[in-house]
Nanobody
Framework: EVQLVESGGGLVQAGGSLRLSCSAS????????IGWFRQAPGKEREGVSV????????YYAESVKGRFTISFDHAKTTVYLQMNSLKPEHPAVYYC??????????????????????WGQGTQVTVSA
């Protein structure tokens, strides 16, 4: 069974940092595109970043460029989202997601939630002013 598990969310002050982690069971993270999305109450789920090990893809939403960094750990068992200079925004749940096999993610499609087949349960991030 494929399962993604996020961790690392919490409450942080504006300007602070958090590091989210996404781990997987049932498959190897480095074989697929792994994306981070976030969803605030009443809003659509939006793409934050995506990474792949097999073709070197990395994309970021414009709103987080220069502040967030997505990466694999050395063993390729965890995908991290390092979030710096956090801004006071509506609380959001951050999700990691994985594509299935034979899927090609490009710059025009990586934010489309339908490109991803597996989703974690999410981790809450709240940034206070």
């Amino acid at each position: 069974e494929v399962q993604l598990v996020e961790s690392g969310g919490g409450l942080v002050q504006a300007g602070g940092s958090l590091r989210l982690s996404c781990s997987a069971s049932g498959f190897s993270l480095d074989d697929y595109y792994i994306g981070w999305f976030r969803q605030a109450p009443g809003k659509e789920r939006e793409g934050v970043s995506v990474i792949s090990d097999f073709d070197g893809t990395t994309y970021y939403a414009e709103s987080v460029k220069g502040r967030f960094t997505i990466s694999f750990d050395h063993a390729k068992t965890t995908v991290y989202l390092q979030m710096n200079s956090l801004k006071p925004e509506h609380p959001a749940v951050y999700y990691c997601a994985s594509t299935g096999v034979a899927r090609k993610i490009v710059e025009d499609t990586w934010t489309d939630v339908d490109e991803y087949d597996y989703w974690g349960q999410g981790t809450q991030v709240t940034v206070s002013a």
